[in-house]
């Protein structure tokens, strides 16, 4: 197989002039690979195949313009453009007007850029840096100026850039950001750090972009926006909390007045689930710079403290779930469906007696590794008050996903368990004291759900007191549930922690029982 590359090889036989060349390119993002003689020049031409050949006409051992026609006659150079140099102009056999360029000595060096820039944007070959492919180091160009060239020629493609730490992607089509992506994180908050990385590479290829566009403002504004907020972050960041620091709420956000703007609302909300300052900064819908200004404007309106301590390490995601469970559970949605979209992820329906304890559950959540809260949560006024919908993902190995996804506890649940039940592969009943009275209507949910879906079903008490023998026969009689079935509890007051991870791991020791897949499935 052929090995591409996106070299300029430089086939010149004055050293210091080839040595000029390399400096000159290399500051541009354009990688050299340099040959002093055509024999030494052809052997690197057709081992690296580059997006462009700078030729000396009077190279030794096999002349330029011979070595032009060997390379312009194989396939895997055919349609590599060639940049003549010549003390003067001569006529070159094969020259193809529109790909080939010729230039005379001497040169000035800006001039000669401009038409190594020309050749590359309308040579027609399939490793055309400016048409086919982009490539560079952000400490030799900045990336706001790559996005503004590819708006200028109306690309359409993905643009990718990788540092050390992280890679992300801007969607371009006809020059428009359309979208730009980092893991999860997307629209404006993804391009504004992307913007902000100074070190790494970069990589245009061109491929279709079929979504949306899901950011409103044009290339220029993005980009003017983009800096600003770069410029201003770094000027601010002295005065914002730290990256390891907690955040704890210091007054009750239900008394809080109506009409704070959206991005305080999400900021509130996502301190209950993420208290530790860079795990909220990501998981905001917001740029980076907007969500640090809020924290810092709650903290100095008293309304947020800053606890400057470490935040907790959470647990590798195979301690939840072994690598091989989660294979397994993959190839159990792609037995239980045939249609190939749907084999990634499956809902696991939680009903409870209050939406409080709904919440308690997403919080509880919030320990285990891959687990993401639901935007709708962090978005809305008052969590509480949503009943049905999806609380987040949980991301398993090999991208499976558990999406738990909120159903009420209500008689007469039929008319609802049509439009719910798809893709369902496990139900989890909340309950506690207070709830007491709903949980009849709590089993007859489960009653209905499982007459539908042979899914394993997880009792847990999530309320405050300690489980006792006493206790858990009186709630399984409740829930008519047989004297060996288990009832969880989602915290442990002895040992002051949740036991959320445990509950999770025997659901999925569940799931992966042989009955599952024949449908004999009883409470777990």
Same mark, same amino acid.
């Given at each position: 197989m052929t090995k591409y590359t996106r070299k300029v090889l430089l086939a010149v036989t004055d050293k210091t002039v080839a040595e000029g060349f390399a400096k000159f390119l290399n500051e541009r993002g354009l990688e050299t690979n340099a040959a002093s003689d055509g024999a030494t020049a052809m052997e690197i031409a057709l081992r690296e195949t580059p997006v462009l050949i700078i030729l000396d006409l009077y190279l030794p051992v096999i002349k330029g313009e011979r070595l032009f026609q060997i390379l312009k006659n194989n396939p895997n150079t055919s349609k590599v453009p060639f940049l003549f140099l010549s003390e003067s102009h001569k006529e070159v056999k094969g020259f193809r007007i529109g790909i080939d360029w010729f230039v005379t000595k001497p040169f000035q060096w800006e001039e000669l850029y401009g038409n190594i820039k020309e050749i590359l944007s309308r040579g027609g070959g399939v490793w055309s840096l400016w048409d086919k492919d982009l490539q560079g180091k952000l400490s030799n160009v900045h990336l706001a100026d790559v996005i503004q060239m590819l708006y200028l020629n109306k690309r359409e493609g993905e643009l990718t850039v990788e540092t050390d730490a992280s890679s992300g992607t801007i969607y371009m089509k006809d020059g428009y950001i359309f979208n730009a992506r980092i893991g $999860?994180? $997307?629209? $404006?908050?993804?391009?504004?750090?992307?913007?902000?990385?100074?070190?790494?590479?970069? $990589?245009?290829?061109?491929?279709?972009?079929?979504?949306?566009?899901?950011?409103?403002l044009s290339t220029g504004n993005l980009i003017m926006e983009g800096m600003r907020q770069i410029d201003e972050y770094e000027n601010s960041k002295h005065l914002f909390p730290a990256g390891d620091s907690s955040l704890k709420t210091k007054v009750d956000t239900a008394e809080l007045p109506a009409g704070l703007k959206p991005i305080m609302i999400e900021v509130l909300n996502l301190v209950k689930y993420y208290p530790v300052v860079k795990a909220l900064v990501d998981h905001s819908a917001f740029p980076d710079f907007d969500v640090y200004s809020t924290l810092a404007g709650l903290i100095k309106r008293q309304i947020l403290t800053e606890v400057k301590e470490p935040g907790k390490t959470r647990a590798a995601s195979e301690d939840l779930c072994p690598v091989s469970h989660a294979i397994k559970i993959k190839e159990k949605f792609i037995n239980r469906w045939s249609d190939m979209l749907t084999v990634n992820f499956g809902k696991l329906l939680v009903a409870s007696t209050s939406p409080v304890l709904t919440n308690r559950f997403v919080k509880a959540c919030q320990d285990l590794p891959g687990f993401l809260v639901s935007p709708r949560i962090a978005s809305a006024r008052y969590s509480s008050a949503n009943a049905l919908g999806d609380l987040g993902v949980l991301r398993l190995y090999g991208g499976t996903e558990i999406i738990p996804f909120a159903v009420p506890a209500v008689k007469g649940m039929n008319p609802l368990l049509k439009a719910v039940l798809a893709n369902t592969v496990g139900l989890l009943l909340l309950w506690d004291d207070e709830g007491e009275a709903e949980i009849p209507n709590l089993a007859l949910t489960r009653n209905e759900i499982l007459s539908k879906r042979r899914v394993p079903a997880v009792h847990v008490y999530a309320g405050k007191n300690e489980l006792d023998k006493a206790l858990i026969n009186e709630y399984r009689k409740l829930l008519g549930l047989k004297h060996d079935d288990p009832v969880f509890s989602l915290f442990s007051q002895h040992k002051n922690r949740n036991n959320i991870s445990d509950i999770f791991q025997r659901y999925f020791t569940a799931l992966l029982r042989e009955d599952y897949i024949s449908g004999r499935v009883r409470a777990v």
């Open positions: $999860e994180i $997307e629209k $404006e908050k993804a391009l504004f750090r992307i913007l902000s990385w100074k070190e790494g590479t970069f $990589e245009f290829r061109p491929a279709a972009v079929r979504s949306g566009a899901k950011l409103a």
